[in-house]
């Protein structure tokens, strides 16, 4: 057995809504293993969006540590986080957020010029990468559209070729499909699963879909903050994830 | 409709800043608009206060020939002095006599025809006129003129014979002082209606009796006389002094027959001056309502003149102008105030764009869309308008330290709070009307779009109307200059200006051109900045400016916005300034001209003081250089002109002697050569043309001699020919060397002493005055700075204050600049703060998002400071041709503020930069995992 990539260990997080306290996340703890695919399921507000948080370092934990490839994430600065981020994780949004005034290609190419030195030499090394990715997600004709001019679909394989682009080690997706048909959200995890594949990427999907997570290796249920483990290896055999 | 306003409130509630910042545009808007408005209000009740101050006697009341025995002017006067607008009423004789001359055997002396005023005691102080001089007023004697006084060579204490037309015997009396009667030229106009306006010279020669003197020993002796115009002779042919001394050889100019009686009866009245409306047109209404009322005492008995109403008149035109002048001043100001109201308010739509969008696509009519933006932004505005207005009156008031609620205004400012009330209600329309319109011609599907991508090039763009504006501008600019436009001088040498509102057309219509240029350059260079601008931030910000870079070219609406506000902010600022400061310049120097340097000293007859009294004035601290200046009169051929006797050497470094107040020459070569010439002469030009002479001729002046008051005639070697010299705007003059003059003349008494201070003229006058008190206390010494000039000739155009307008100009065109700076960046943060938490979570550190925002404030702010500061100074030279047709001498230059440009761009900087790091600050506190959440 490998080191696991992520090791998340009595995770709590609470906010303060008014004069309320909201218990987000309670004493969550799962490790990924490196490669993994791993579906995150729960109904809305469940917490799920606040443990990729945590995960990612875009947030701190009240209680609780976060080791993502042997890096104590939640210890880190600001600044560190995000330079931390931007070379072992990449995040997938239900609405994408793809930055409005850039192309499909500038936003793919983003983290990877935000990640490297200043000068040409770096940025057609990027522009190279994110076309090779663009490539890869079939949507290389969409190189110089600008967000507002892409389908649900096709935005949403420019966020997986953008999370992808600096090659980390997990990608965070919150609810991808959220905003998309059955059809179309089958296809986009499917190009994701196949793309963290080729690239040795795990990948922790939240979602609140049974279907989608019925694709994932492995299944974890997180309900009112707190996170249960389903032990079942769900992995698809590769014929079928080629032919959705 | 509940509907409407339920959602109306959630809006306005959920975009608070956004509301804020529109409550504050309109506010600052109507402010600013207000504030000038009542700034002309302000300055046109002061110039028409100021030049009634300056009228002797309000009106007068003359019992008409066949009047009724009843009618009698006691009886008349008791009754006038009831009436409500009337402050006094004073009985005033005026008759004239054919000669005076001063007896006693001190010399042998006399003058031409005069005047003989009589007048009671108490009419001094009732009509705070004339001014004595010298002496008292005693019934016992005779106050003179100083024309007369000079005249004579007469002084408080002379015995003078007055001969009047037979049967009127001759009238030996004592001078007990002598008076200012300058600006009386009215008392002495013919008072028939027919010859009222007519030009004439009012007489040199005045004297004034007590009243009960005149009715007793004088009056019916008079009365008397054959019916003829011997007034009018005295009147009308005062230029023609001192014939009787057999030296002028002048004749009589003009003879009417005015018919006047032989002695003219009058009762001189003064109005509740206060009451008077500040609006020349309607004070000119009041008064005439009076005069009305008041010839309905005594119908058809009386005839009643109204001097106010020709004061008024006169000044009725400058006010107009100096009105086009303030507005036309603030006018970029007041329409940069309504872009920002403009952008405010599109602002405050543009948050709901997506969510208006959404309620169209959800079933929404047109209609109900219009009255929810209606019901968002009008709310709004009318609040922004009204507060705006009692801003405007709280700035108005702070920036020129008085109150413009005088009970004579209220018209005039009910008018203004009007104008400002209407105008925010236009501006409130345009403002919401134009979004709106805009809302509906993007679609539903594109309004729910995350950008708005440019559409189309506007209408003035693809037709050029920019350029056609800077060109008819320019063509405009040119024309006026080739057709300079004169000062035409009016009475008394007084200035009455002659402009055109073409003069006005070029200015504007550049500003116009200009404004539209920087918006369609602007538009060119943002939708470019993914080139050059993009290599420029990637060298100095790495990847994170490159790709800002890249968002502004395709976002580049928001930025124009800001850039142009910014440009047009500084470009107002600055051109403001340029203008302000050229005008400030000309009126010092139009001051200086008159009073001769930045302060006189001048010692009184009975006191008289050598040139050796300008060392003691050097010795005085805050005093730069100091001249004796002398001041006497002279013959030139039948003509009385002043003749000015100066140390060349120390005059240079007293007083402004500028190359344009010579004709063909520099002031250094004329004035050196008159120092090497003894005898030389510097003649006016007017002279010159008159006589037909150059320089290098021969003249001979009639000097009066000190001792005897003769005249004698004096060869002179003509140096040069001067337009102005100190002290001597527009007249005739004659320039000399002092100790030469004092030589011809037999004395060496000093007229005067001109002084250039260190520092404030005001505050050394001050120092003077009581520095000179102590060391010289036997001496009476009038001083004089060119404030003291400047507030003596407030009714004129050349001197309206802008000191007030640009402070209020100034402090707004600040707020603007502030206020579309963090409209802007809280804009960029509430609209992008879903793209600034994802750029975080991408792996952006801190500094790399405030990159993202501080390129766009940069590139907004340094293209403001430089397009601003360039488009500034050039309207700026604009302006100032402007002042050519207003001040004489015309500037040679603009006069570049460095230290008000300065300070402006520097506070704009600031604002710039502190707005910045506000928005740095609240970007700090950003949380991106709930952005991303919630998003």
């Known amino acids: 057995m490998t080191e696991p990539l992520l090791i998340a260990t009595h995770l709590s997080k609470s906010y303060t809504q ?7 996340l309670h004493d969550a703890t799962l490790a990924v293993q490196p490669g993994e695919f791993v579906a995150l399921v729960g109904r809305s507000g469940s917490g799920k969006s606040t443990l990729l948080a945590l995960l990612g370092g875009l947030d701190r934990p009240d209680t609780g540590a976060v080791t993502v490839a042997g890096t104590d994430v939640a210890a880190l600065s600001r600044r560190s986080a995000a330079i931390f981020r931007r070379r072992h994780v990449g995040f997938l949004f239900q609405t994408v957020d793809l930055l409005p005034t850039l192309t499909a290609l500038e936003n793919i190419m983003l983290p990877c010029a935000l990640n490297s030195a200043r000068g040409a030499a770096s940025e057609a090394a990027c522009r190279e990468q994110a076309l090779a990715l663009l490539r890869m997600l079939g949507v290389e004709q969409l190189a110089g559209s600008l967000p507002d001019q892409l389908s649900g679909g096709e935005r949403q394989r420019v966020g997986i070729a953008r999370a992808l682009v600096n090659q980390p080690d997990l990608i965070l997706a919150d609810e991808p499909t959220g905003s998309l048909d059955h059809a179309a959200g089958q296809q986009v995890v499917s190009a994701l ?3 963290a594949r080729d690239q040795q990427t795990a990948v922790l999907l939240a979602t609140h879909d049974e279907e989608v997570a019925a694709l994932a290796d492995r299944v974890l249920t997180i309900s009112d903050g707190r996170l249960e483990q389903q032990p079942v290896d769900r992995r698809l055999p590769a014929n079928l994830l080629t032919s959705i | 409709m509940q509907y409407i306003w339920t959602y109306a409130r959630a809006a306005v509630l959920r975009n608070g800043y956004r509301t804020l910042g529109m409550l504050l545009g309109t506010l600052l808007a109507i402010g600013l608009l207000s504030a000038v408005l009542f700034y002309v209000d302000a300055s046109s009740a002061h110039m028409t206060q100021a030049a009634i101050a300056g009228t002797p006697v309000d009106m007068q009341v003359i019992l008409q020939p066949g009047a009724s025995a009843g009618a009698s002017l006691s009886s008349l006067q008791q009754q006038l002095s009831t009436q409500l607008g009337v402050k006094a009423a004073a009985p005033f004789s ?16 006399a003058t031409t025809p005069g005047a003989l005023i009589a007048v009671e005691p108490s009419y001094f102080s009732t009509f705070a006129y004339p001014q004595i001089v010298q002496g008292r007023f005693d019934p016992g004697g005779v106050l003179i003129s100083k024309d007369m006084a000079t005249n004579l060579g007469a002084q408080p204490g002379d015995a003078i014979l007055l001969t009047f037309p037979a049967p009127a015997p001759p009238f030996t009396t004592t001078v007990t002082g002598i008076a200012d009667l300058s600006g009386a030229d009215l008392l002495f106009a013919p008072t028939d209606p027919q010859h009222r306006g007519m030009a004439f010279n009012p007489p040199a020669n005045v004297a004034i009796l007590d009243l009960h003197t005149f009715n007793t020993q004088l009056r019916d002796a008079l009365l008397a006389a054959p019916t003829q115009p011997f007034l009018q002779q005295a009147t009308f042919g005062a230029a023609a002094a001192a014939t009787a001394n057999g030296n002028s050889g002048g004749a009589v100019v003009s003879v009417v027959d005015t018919n006047e009686p032989p002695v003219s009866e009058q009762l001189h009245v003064r109005i509740n001056r206060g009451a008077l409306a500040g609006d020349p047109v309607q004070a000119q209404q009041q008064t005439e309502q009076l005069r009305r009322q008041l010839e309905r005492l005594a119908p058809g008995q009386v005839r009643i003149l109204n001097n106010l109403d020709e004061t008024i008149g006169k000044v009725k035109e400058d006010v107009l ?16 105030a309504a872009y920002l109201s403009r952008y405010a308010t599109a602002n405050l739509i543009a948050a709901q764009r997506r969510e208006l969008a959404l309620l169209r696509a959800r079933g929404a009519t047109p209609r109900q869309v219009v009255a929810i933006i209606t019901a968002i932004s009008g709310i709004v505005a009318l609040i922004g308008i009204v507060l705006g207005i009692l801003l405007g009156l709280a700035t108005n008031m702070l920036a020129t330290g008085q109150t413009v609620l005088a009970a004579g205004n209220a018209l005039l400012l009910a008018r203004s709070a009007g104008l400002a009330l209407v105008a925010g209600i236009v501006f409130a329309l345009v403002a919401m009307l134009l979004p709106t ?22 209408l003035w763009q693809r037709f050029y109307l920019d350029v056609a504006c800077l060109a008819a501008g320019l063509i405009v600019l040119y024309i006026t200059q080739q057709n300079r436009f004169t000062p035409v001088v009016g009475g008394e040498g007084n200035a009455t200006l002659s402009l055109s509102l073409f003069t006005f057309l070029a200015p504007a219509l550049i500003w116009l051109g200009a404004a539209l240029l920087l918006l369609r350059f602007s538009a060119g260079l943002f939708k470019t900045s993914g080139g050059w601008i993009s290599r420029l931030l990637g060298g100095l910000f790495g990847p994170a400016g490159t790709f800002a870079a890249q968002g502004m070219a395709r976002r580049y609406a928001p930025l124009q916005q800001i850039a142009l506000i910014l440009i ?3 470009a107002f600022g600055v051109s ?3 203008f302000a400061a050229t005008y400030r310049q000309q009126q010092r120097v139009d001051a200086e001209l008159t009073l001769g340097a930045d302060v006189r000293v001048t010692p009184d007859r009975s006191t008289p003081q050598t040139a050796a009294f300008a060392s003691s004035l050097r010795n005085t601290p805050g005093v730069v250089a100091a001249t004796p200046f002398d001041l006497n009169v002279a013959y030139v051929g039948s003509e009385l002109q002043d003749i000015f006797g100066v140390n060349v050497f120390s005059l240079r470094q007293t007083a402004t002697l500028a190359d344009s107040f010579f004709v063909d020459e520099s002031a250094d070569s004329v004035l050196s050569r008159l120092a090497a010439t003894a005898d030389g002469i510097v003649v ?5 043309h008159d006589y037909s002479i150059a320089a290098g001729d021969h003249i001979n002046i009639r000097l009066q001699q000190a001792n005897n008051g003769q005249f004698v005639t004096v060869p002179f070697q003509v140096v040069g020919v001067a337009r102005e010299f100190p002290t001597a705007p527009k007249d005739s003059f004659l320039v000399v060397n002092q100790d030469f003059l004092h030589q011809q003349i037999g004395s060496d008494s000093v007229a005067t002493f001109l002084v250039r201070a260190a520092g404030d003229p005001a505050q050394l006058a001050a120092t003077l005055t009581s520095s000179l008190a102590a060391q010289l206390p036997a001496a009476k010494l009038q001083v004089e700075s060119i404030d003291d000039v400047t507030a003596q000739l407030t009714s004129t155009l050349t001197t309206v204050s802008l000191e007030g307008l640009t402070r209020i100009e100034w402090v707004y065109a600040l707020l603007i600049a502030a206020l579309a700076l963090t409209i802007f960046l809280t804009g960029l943060l509430a609209e992008r703060r879903t793209e600034y938490a994802t750029l975080s979570a991408l792996g952006a550190t801190p500094i790399q998002v405030n990159i993202f925002i501080l390129c766009e404030a940069a590139v907004a702010g340094v293209t403001g400071i430089i397009a601003g500061t360039v488009v500034g100074l050039a309207l700026s030279q604009v302006l100032v041709t402007i002042l050519t047709a207003i001040f004489d001498p015309p500037p040679s230059s603009m006069l570049v503020p460095f230290t008000s440009i300065g300070l402006l761009l520097a506070l704009v900087s600031v604002g710039l930069i502190v707005s910045a790091l506000g928005i740095v600050f609240l970007l700090g506190r950003l949380r991106p995992a709930q952005v991303l959440h919630t998003a």
């Open chain 2, 321 to 336: 102008w100096a009105k086009i002048l303030l507005i036309f001043l603030a006018g970029p100001g007041i329409l940069l």
């Open chain 2, 568 to 570: 047009l902010t500084v």
């Open chain 1, 18 to 24: 008014g004069q309320r306290q909201i218990a987000a």
């Open chain 2, 684 to 688: 006016s030009e007017e002279t010159a």
């Open chain 2, 437 to 458: 319109r805009a809302l509906y011609l993007t679609g539903v599907q594109a309004g729910r779009s995350q950008i708005v991508l440019e559409s189309e090039r506007p």
């Open chain 1, 193 to 195: 699963r196949q793309a």
């Open chain 2, 576 to 578: 403001l300034s340029g």
């Open chain 2, 94 to 109: 005026l008759a004239g006599f054919t000669s005076s001359r001063l007896t006693g055997g001190k010399r042998a002396t």
